[in-house]
């Protein structure tokens, strides 16, 4: 199972998500993807170069699945370190 996650392609004044993910009425093209989480061959893996070189505090949403515990570029950040160690 993998899970794209994404940043909103301009700032808005209305909550995109929650803990579960997207509110079902938010669009997926709403967001600029920036990293893909995969348990299979390759691993986690950035899909902008740009995503790692936002703010840690950045928030993120799982496009595609549930947020399995990431809710920003730093938390995306740690698991990547890990997964380089």
Request: glycine share 10%; net charge negative; hydrophobic share 35%.
């Amino acid at each position: 199972m993998s899970t794209t996650f994404g940043i909103p392609i301009r700032k808005i004044d209305i909550e995109l998500g929650n803990e579960d993910g997207l509110h079902d009425y938010i669009s997926t093209e709403f967001f600029e993807k920036v990293w893909l989480r995969s348990y299979g061959i390759g691993g986690c893996s950035w899909l902008n170069p740009l995503g790692e070189l936002l703010p840690d505090d950045t928030k993120v949403y799982a496009l595609d699945n549930s947020q399995q515990g990431v809710y920003t570029i730093g938390d995306i950040k740690e698991i990547m370190n890990n997964q380089n160690k």
